[in-house]
């Protein structure tokens, strides 16, 4: 036996990541009686609302539903101060939970999985980090996150640039000072319409570097009073049981309404009403977004008629207003007076369709026409999301099999939680699952106690592997693909269906079918024993 295996420490559970879906993971299995080690590359929790420190930076799911629901406590004990809370309230909210449930004990911080290697002799998970430890357990829990792998554009002469070059997604701890600087931003995916309103405003000039626009509807937040608070603590876990029917997985409604159901004029009323509502509410207006491309067009054409109205400049208006794919079929916004900021004198739209980058240079970025020079410049241009934090590290299964080798076609799970040839390894918010398209949090709740129910079953049942059947598996695979099929989301490029990131394989392979259906398959396979998986017994 090697030495590093012999030094090996022997716990029950490794989870990687320490995001919302990690630290609950962390919290039930240790509740549960079991030994459990977290693994986190950051320096403590939070996952992306660790990283992401840019200014601007805010969740656009209501703070009501972007939050735990399995502790009563913590809902009570937590107030809120706004509906769509900023990441400086959120990172403190994982902050508190941590320190309410001591789970830092259970973490080691700055410390990244290197590989990650099923033993099929002595039936364990063995986990090398970056700092040369190695972890055995018999189960390892992927919180790896569907957006922790940034990705830089594809753009010559990065490295040249003499000024500093600030990632969203790695943004430093200290306060930036854009005062009197010439900014460029590339980017304009929900990340750079967040970082374009803030910054725009506080820079001396601001350049914003548009490839594709997106389409973005007012927010319109407000602070939560304390009467309000006081209502939605007395009435959490009604809420939280609504959440769990719900398609998003939060509280947002849901319209049973196709858009040609009512007449022109009234449909005009209800996207006004929605427009001034603000929020996702917009969403909300039709049945039919997503899959009647006449309705789409039509709801399209409204929302380019407000662009039109709010940018006093046509020809800036005209390049803003997104055109050749659906609307919603790219991760929809919400903003802050994102259109308004182009009205300043001092923020500048490069329309990057008509007039592509051409490199980055020393002094600033180049395009057809001509070179902009800039102090800083910063990085909004997204992730290699949903798969891209599980292919990072080595990940081997039964038989010596890669996850990147299995995947190399795309991701295959079942329920987004199990994958077949990898025993005894549970991810939280997949692929596959409704992650991206749900509250991430309500999907990182479902999945952990599907886990822990399953892992409870094991241990009942005196078993110590399980490994989906391919069956199952690929059972789960046509019904992600056979719900995606009529969705108009596979008509945009971007990273919900893996066209961002050169060489990934695409295709729309969420599931889209909803929150309240995907828990509805998740307890069916529990309710009908697992049969969809095969179990080794322990040897006694
Ligand atoms: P997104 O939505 O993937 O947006 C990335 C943006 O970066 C998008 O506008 C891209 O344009 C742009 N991009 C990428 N490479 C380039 C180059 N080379 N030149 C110009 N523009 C480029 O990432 P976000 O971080 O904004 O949002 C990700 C999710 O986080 C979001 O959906 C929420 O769920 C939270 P493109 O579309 O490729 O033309």
Redo the contacts with the bound molecule.
């Keep these: 036996m090697s030495r590093t295996i012999q030094s090996a420490e022997r716990v029950d559970i490794i989870v990687v990541g320490a995001g919302f879906g990690g630290m609950y993971a962390v919290y039930k299995f240790r509740e549960e009686g079991y030994n459990v080690v977290g693994i986190e590359a950051g320096g403590d929790v939070g996952g992306v609302w660790y990283w992401n420190r840019y200014p601007g930076a805010r969740c656009d799911l209501m703070s009501v539903d972007y939050s735990y629901g399995f502790s009563d406590e913590i809902q009570q004990e937590w107030n809120w101060s706004e509906q769509f809370a900023a990441q400086p309230e959120i990172l403190a909210y994982a902050n508190f939970v941590a320190d309410r449930l001591e789970l830092r004990k259970n973490f080691r911080f700055n410390t990244r999985v290197t590989s990650a290697r099923w033993d099929e002799e002595e039936k364990l998970w063995r986990c090398t980090t970056d700092d040369g430890a190695v972890l055995e357990a018999p189960f390892c829990i992927m919180s790896t996150g569907p957006?922790s792998i940034p990705k830089d554009?594809?753009?010559a002469g990065i490295e040249r640039f003499k000024g500093p070059i600030y990632r969203?997604q790695k943004w430093p701890h200290e306060e930036i000072d854009f005062t009197g600087k010439r900014v460029g931003l590339?980017?304009?995916?929900?990340?750079?319409i967040q970082i374009t309103q803030e910054v725009g405003r506080k820079a001396g000039e601001f350049f914003v570097?548009q490839?594709?626009p997106?389409w973005t509807l007012p927010m319109r937040n407000h602070d939560l009073d304390e009467a309000y608070l006081a209502e939605m603590k007395a009435n959490y876990p009604a809420m939280r049981a609504a959440m769990k029917m719900n398609p998003t997985g939060g509280t947002r409604p849901v319209s049973t309404r196709p858009f040609f159901s009512l007449p022109p004029s009234q449909r005009r009323d209800v996207m006004e009403h929605a427009w001034l509502d603000g929020g996702h509410t917009f969403l909300a207006c039709f049945s039919d977004l997503l899959s009647n491309q006449a309705a789409n067009d039509q709801v399209a054409d409204f929302v380019r008629d407000k662009i039109g109205e709010i940018v006093e400049d046509p020809e800036v208006a005209e390049a803003l207003k997104p055109r050749g794919y659906p609307i919603f079929a790219r991760?929809p916004c919400l903003d802050t007076e994102y259109y308004e900021t182009y009205n300043l004198p001092n923020v500048h739209l490069k329309d990057?369709l008509k007039d592509p980058?051409v490199e980055i240079a020393e002094n600033g970025i180049r395009t057809e026409s001509g070179e902009v020079e800039l102090d800083i410049i910063i990085f909004?241009?997204?992730?290699d999301a949903l798969t891209g934090a599980l292919l990072a590290f080595e990940v081997v299964g039964r038989g010596g099999v890669l996850l990147k080798d299995k995947w190399k076609e795309g991701p295959r799970s079942y329920l987004g939680i199990l994958v077949e040839g990898f025993p005894n390894m549970i991810a939280t918010s997949g692929p596959n699952g409704p992650a991206?398209l749900a509250n991430l949090i309500t999907i990182a709740e479902n999945d952990v106690e599907w886990a822990a129910d399953l892992i409870g079953h094991m241990k009942k049942q005196g078993l110590d592997a399980f490994e989906v059947t391919k069956e199952a598996e690929d059972r789960w695979m046509d019904e992600v693909f056979r719900l995606a099929e009529p969705s108009l989301i596979r008509k945009a490029?971007?990273?919900w269906v893996g066209s961002?990131v050169k060489g990934k394989p695409t295709g729309l392979s969420m599931y889209v079918g909803g929150f309240a259906n995907y828990r509805a398959h998740c307890m069916a396979a529990k309710n009908n024993g697992y049969s969809d998986l095969v179990f080794d017994k322990r040897a006694v």
Excluded: E, K, M, V
């Excluded at 590339?186 to 750079?192: A, E, H, L, R």
């Excluded at 909004?380 to 992730?383: D, K, Q, R």
């Design positions: 957006l554009p594809d753009i969203a590339i980017g304009t995916g929900s990340t750079g570097f490839r594709t997106s991760r990057c980058i909004a241009t997204g992730y991206a490029q971007t990273w961002n």
